[in-house]
């Protein structure tokens, strides 16, 4: 019996094109979701919420959350 993940893939997909849509350079927005998720990975490392969702995913639903904020997006 397979496990439903508790997050729904094409909002996922989304979010990410959302994110990907409001940044001025691709490459970077990648890196910044990459940074991220590699810092929150090894910062709540004891600490694991929700072992369903990798910590790429988590980014991506943080940054796409905090839009409004210039200082994760602007150059």
């Known amino acids: 019996m397979q496990k439903r993940p508790a997050f729904d893939s094409s909002h996922i ?8 849509s ?8 990648t890196v910044q979701v990459a940074n991220r998720a590699k810092r ?13 969702m990798k910590p790429t995913i988590r ?4 940054m796409s959350d ?5 200082d994760i997006i602007s150059d």
């Open 13 to 20: 997909m989304y979010r990410a094109e959302e994110l990907m």
């Open 40 to 52: 929150r990975r090894y910062e709540e490392f004891d600490n694991i919420d929700d072992p369903m």
């Open 22 to 29: 409001h940044a001025s350079n691709r490459y970077r927005i």
């Open 66 to 70: 905090e839009i409004s904020q210039d």
């Open 59 to 62: 980014a991506i639903i943080e």
